[in-house]
């Protein structure tokens, strides 16, 4: 199948685009099979919002079609949905029917600092509220910043930074920036710099693009936005109790937000500092009605926390639902739900 | 459970408000049941879209919580959305847990009629393209508004009209009005008329709202968006044939759309001929890649159109999933897949 990169180039020309892109180049059966997002998924959704059909083949190796090209639909249980996210476990993906939207008329680029990442989410829990179509909204804390200083050989002032991305008409985009400097301005945000020209966008995304490149192991998880101002404040507290250096970045317009923590691969302490970390950070989110995992999929690494996600009761559901589809446990074993 | 109506009261006076409404006060488990739409569906998705978590009642007598109020998870399977348009046949939902919206700024209406409708749709279809926010646009074939200018003794040019109603800022609604009114032009659109007092939307989009009074017996259908033209003035022409008075009424934005029928119900023939256009209209819409409901679920008429619509591999897995979590058929027994 194609990756997203691929299908983007394919529709070169047309007018139209595919919005999701998970960062590597995926390939969208990937993607469909791992529910993947996306930076932008604040505007456009992730992979449960964009497939609109899949062609499967199950244990038993028949294909079978879902969903349609219709927009809606409510005839019968959504396999499309059973599917995307199912990692493999349910039936193997080999064709998709996606959602593709057409190319903005304009787009522009806002950047603005903080004085604390509490100020930051609260301007972006604003934004939200506000129901903006705002495409993109990512943070980065000051340990960040200071992490892409250094690896750029940037300067730019180390403080908790708001990066926005607004698509539309090119009065609806110049109308989402002059709203979003009001309310960054209530809550003290300064140096506001919002560009529409596609390479003046690039230099103020530049530090954005490279986070992920200044910082390792990533930790992602998926908020209620209402809890997430507290919550950052908590985890970023918690971090500081460690020795170990550690940054958080994130798509905050969903409540999405990654945690990195830079440490030896070799040395076992650090190792298991780090599992201890990421252990309250999964259960803080729990505990606040999030997600251990906001984006593509459980993996091996998550799968101990699936029964404090989701009980006992809906897990021995899922076990039902895998059993039923995949008896003799062919497709992707040992996946989501431990056997 | 709450019904949309008392929940949107409930939340008077917070700013925010739930945007599904199929019509009649329909209650919230039940629109999750039925994986229920709107006619604002074009902006605001349908109960797929806006249900974030459910509280489940087993057949097996246990309690299951999916989702979360996150966002966005991508972990283990959406039973969510399994259950969402399940019509208890897999579980009992007794909680939802729905995503609000912040009332909008500025809300306006526009109206405008076509030399047919063809135009009408391809309008549509434009403005669907140019993925403008539209909240809601309905069609109405000049049978209809006939049919209206009878019943609520109204004078409407009989012609096909479009009703469109735009959420957003005060400019933006002016834009989007604008832009609408322009790719009207274009399709031989005229007597557009737009209006953001309330009163005044209220008299543009009276009709609008006594469509359903005038009309009976309706089938829903829905379809992709691009093959929309093509496929109502085929249904038009097939619907010409009969001597039975028929309208059309779609909230054409999300490709779907309405026929009424005008029957003596104590006439076997008068129905036999209905039926029999009915099933050349599924026939149509499930072979331009669309679907025989499109809003509010199978029900007991159109379950014999599972078959052909996800054909019997798909449908025998569907089966499966009701035989793994309900395997003596006690939660609604009969309904979605035939026993």
Redesign the interface.
């Known amino acids: 199948m194609l990756s997203c990169k691929q299908l983007n180039n394919e529709l070169h020309g047309t007018g139209l685009f595919f919005p999701i892109d998970p960062g590597a180049d995926a390939s969208i059966g990937g993607m469909c099979a791992?529910?993947?997002?996306s930076t932008n998924?604040v505007r456009y959704?992730?992979m449960?919002?964009n497939v609109l059909g899949l062609t499967v083949v199950?244990a038993q190796g028949?294909?079978?079609?879902?969903g349609?090209?219709?927009?809606?639909?409510?005839?019968?249980?959504?396999?499309t949905?059973?599917f995307?996210?199912?990692e493999g476990t349910?039936g193997i993906i080999t064709e998709a029917i996606v959602k593709l939207?057409?190319q903005?008329e304009a787009i522009s680029a806002a950047v603005v600092n903080f004085p604390s990442v509490d100020d930051a989410v609260r301007t972006v829990i604003e934004t939200i509220?506000?129901?903006m179509?705002v495409a993109q909204v990512e943070t980065m804390d000051d340990m960040m910043i200071q992490a892409i200083n250094a690896y750029d050989k940037m300067s730019l002032r180390v403080a908790p930074t708001l990066f926005f991305e607004f698509h539309g008409?090119e009065?609806?985009v110049a109308?989402q920036a002059q709203t979003v400097q009001e309310i960054a301005a209530g809550h003290g945000g300064q140096d506001f710099d919002w560009a529409t020209r596609p390479e003046d966008r690039s230099r103020l995304w530049a530090a954005r693009h490279n986070a992920y490149f200044a910082g390792i192991n990533m930790r992602a998880g998926?908020?209620?936005?209402s809890r997430l101002a507290e919550f950052i404040s908590e985890t970023r507290a918690d971090l500081n109790k460690s020795a170990l250096m550690t940054m958080m970045v994130g798509h905050v317009g969903?409540?999405?937000f990654h945690v990195m923590i830079r440490l030896d691969p070799e040395s076992t302490a650090e190792r298991e500092e780090a599992e201890a970390m990421n252990d309250r950070l999964v259960a803080r989110t729990i505990a606040a009605?999030?997600?251990?995992?906001?984006?593509?999929?459980?993996g091996i690494h998550?799968m101990r926390?699936?029964e404090a996600?989701?009980?006992a009761?809906?897990?021995?559901?899922?076990r039902?639902?895998k059993?039923?589809?995949d008896p003799d446990n062919l497709l992707n074993p040992g996946k989501?739900?431990p056997n």
Chains 1, 2 share one sequence.
């Open positions: 791992t529910r993947a997002s998924a959704g992730t449960r919002e199950t028949k294909i079978i079609h879902t349609s090209r219709a927009r809606k639909s409510s005839v019968g249980y959504d396999l949905r059973l995307v996210g199912s349910l939207y057409p903005p509220q506000m129901c179509p008409s009065t609806g109308e998926c908020m209620p936005i969903d409540g999405n009605d999030g997600t251990c995992t906001g984006e593509h999929g459980v998550k926390f699936m996600e989701h009980g009761e809906a897990l021995s559901v899922m039902q639902l059993q039923a589809l989501i739900v």
